[in-house]
Structures are given as C-alpha cells and as structure tokens.
C-alpha cells in the first residue's frame, strides 16, 4: 500500500492504513529482500512506516554522501534508545560515555597497536584449535565459533576472565546465543515481549558483574599490560554501568565477526581455484603446511595479502542489512525533504551489490580487492560494510586481523571434505552481517 503523506517533498511512504497486515508486517518478516522489493517499486528513496516509527531507506551514491557526512543526521541518537533496551544503559549515561569509549576503542584497535594483540590471539587460537582433535566431522558455523569465541575473548578480556574454558562453557554459550539471536528484536522493543531473551539477558548481566570485578582487582597500573576491558573500565563514567558495557563490548566484538569468519572460509573452500593459491601463499611464508603450531606476527600476515582480500570479500558479500542515523534537522535528498525525527537506513549489503562499483557483484572475486589502497588503510569506493565517516566501526582492523590470522591456523593446521553446499544467506535481518540458512558439514583431518 503506497500512500504519498501531505508533503509532496516526502519520499514515497510505504505503510498502512491497517496496522496488522501490509508492509509493517512484511518488513518484518524478511527486511533484506523488502528492502530491494521496495527499491524496484518506488525508486531509490523510500520510506517504510512500520512499528511505529518511519525508517527512510536510501538506496543510491547521492544519499550515501549525505549519510556519513550531513550535520543533519546523529549517530548517538539513532542507536541510544536500542542500547538502553539490549543492556539497560540510561540515556543520560550513554551520552554522557559515547565519545569518549569511542575514541578509546579506535584507538586501541588502530592499525598501529594490532601488534599488541596478534601474538596473544595466535597463541589462544592453536589451543581452542586443538579441542577439535586429529580429525572429525561437523557444521563449518559451529566448529569456527567454537575456535574463535573464546580466543577473541580471552584476547580481548583478559584469559579466565570472561568462561572460556570447556567445563564452564556451555551455560555461557546457550545465553549468549539466546542474547545474539533476539538482540534485533529486543533492541525494538520492549523486554516484557521477549521473555527468554530477556532470562538470558538478565543471566549475563549478573555473570558480569563477576567478570568486571575480576578486570578491575587485576587490572594494573602499566597501559599497555591493560586488556580492552580494563581499558574501557578505566575510562567509563558511572561504575556501576561497568557489567551493561562489558556486555555491550562482548557483543560488539562477536556479533559480526564470527559470522563473516565462517563465511570467508565457505567462500575459499568451495572455490578450487582459491583454496589451491592459498594454500600455495601459506607454504611460501611458512613451508610445508602440517599440524605443527606455527607462530604468525603481524609481519607475517602482511606477506598474505591474498588472504585479507579474501576476508574483505566476504566482508562485502555478508556485510550488515541496514546502519541507521536520526535525521535531527530536515534533510534534502536527491529531490527529497526527509523530515526532522524519522531514522535514515542505508544498507551496505544492497548497496554493495551495485555493478557499477562492484562488477559481477554476486560473485566472491577476492582480485577486485588489488585495486585498494590497503597499505594506506583505505578500503574500495562505495564499501561501507563498517559505516562511514565519523562513526565508522573502531574494530575493523582488529576485525579483519583476527579473520586473517584464524584462516591462516585453520588451513595450515587441517584439510576438509565438504559434505554440503555452501547455505544461503538468511534475509531475516537488518542488524549486522547474515548468518547462513542451513548448516554447512565438513570433515576435517589434521595435515600430516
Ligand atoms: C566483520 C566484522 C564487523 C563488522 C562488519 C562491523 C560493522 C560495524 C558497523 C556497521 C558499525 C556501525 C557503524 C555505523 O553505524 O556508522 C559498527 C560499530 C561498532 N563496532 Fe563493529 N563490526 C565488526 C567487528 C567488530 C569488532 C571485532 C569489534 C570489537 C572488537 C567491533 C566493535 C564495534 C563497536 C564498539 C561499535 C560501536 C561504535 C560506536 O558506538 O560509535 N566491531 N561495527
């Protein structure tokens, strides 16, 4: 149901007149291809009017300058309610902490300091990897999951800080998932809706207030021997908000990574091609691959640049279905006036499959990636899978350091039969990088 509100300068509204059935309700149910359906129908710029609220969609190059950089448009005030539903963070607290957790973030996760890390990843890799044993068989998602979770997090927060270890694992892993799962919805909408997502909402919050207290009894006076926890308990203003963005952070860190680790790997396996030049750059910078555990520095990794062009790929074929602004002031785009108070969508994942930046865009093409300027740090035109501008995401370089660092162990250390095809991605939502449909089986045997 197309309706054209009283300004003519608004955008095409697509909404309804009757709240329980039309667009709001197939919206919800698979936002990524509604998104593209509604493009195709009513032009690149749209306005979806659903749970209440208005969502303006921009689909082209035009709206996408304005998104990062218009002075009309705030980040703080498109995500504060979301982060007061998800951990229970107060409005006046958040914007009070926002700059300033920002800056130390990107700061800390910055291409300059990622040596800091790689050594301890590396190491906390090869021994989550070595739960997996000489051989076996299972779902590609559940096997990396199993390997990067508790690496990262050890990397990140401190080892023993945070469960990790395989006896306590498991509570943890069933309320995280439950939490990651339900965070789209529950950022929505009221707790009192989502009754197991808010049980296992309550369950982290309690755990980490352990975890928090741990961080600070050991935190020590030297910077650089502080974790990222230690760094963000150090610089957050109201103690008592320490467990909600301990949370906050666990789920930043996971929620997109994880995701877009197992994707680089379905990627690579399933292309012959791919699989063999890589194996071919491991064997150059390390010899024979086999299951001895090998040290990478971050020296090392920059002689494998084939692999990170892989891990951008993926990156951009996966990358979030929407990042949102709030227009604060009324905002002309192409021959539109958004109005004051509405959230201004654009979505990476569709913009990212325009031919004319990213040729035969559906296909996984790791070579388009030669054209970036990577040692500047710059990504391709038109990739905004981390946002743009001022805002943009302060742990991609860690982000796609850890992918690296991971495909690099996993396929030195094992060799796979794949048992499926590589599963669709899921279209059911808008927050964050897709997770697959279906489950992915391999068989996986140490190399000799
Ligand atoms: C492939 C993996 C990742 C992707 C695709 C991704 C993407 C994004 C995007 C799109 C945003 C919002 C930017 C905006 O709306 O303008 C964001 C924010 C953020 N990301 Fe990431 N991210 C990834 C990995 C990570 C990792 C590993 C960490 C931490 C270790 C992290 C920490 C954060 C934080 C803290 C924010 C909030 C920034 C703020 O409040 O201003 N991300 N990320």
Redesign the pocket.
Known sequence: VLFQLRNPSCPPCIGSWIPWFGAAFQFGKAPLEFIEQARSKHGPVFTVFALGKRFTFVTEEEGTEAF?KSKDLN??Q??QQA?ENAVSVPAEAFYQN?GN??SM??GK?GPSNLHMFTGTLCKELHEHMAHLGMEGTGDLNDLVRHIMYPA?VNT?FGKGICPTSQSEIKEFEEHFQKYDEDFEYASQMPECFLRNWSKSKKWLLKLFEKVVSDAERTNPSEITSKT?LQHLLDHLQGKHLAPNYGL??LW??????V???FWTLAFILSYPSIYKKIMEDLASVFGKAGKDNIEVSEEDLKKLPFIKWC?LEA?RL???GA???KVVNPIKIQNFTVPAGDMLMLS?YWLHRNPKYFPDPEMFKPDRWKEANLEKNAFLDSF??????K??????W???M??QLFVVLFLHKYEFVLLDAVPKESPLHLV??QQPMAPFRVQYKCRE
């Open positions: 990062f980040f703080e498109a995500v982060v926002h957790l920002y973030m990107k996760m990262v990140l990222l906050l952070m930043a860190s996971q929620a997109n990574a995701p877009i680790a891990t990156i996966r990358s979030p990042i949102t602004k990476p905004v899978a981390f946002g743009g501008g805002h943009q995401c302060p742990g991609r860690f982000a796609i850890e992918i964050g990088t």
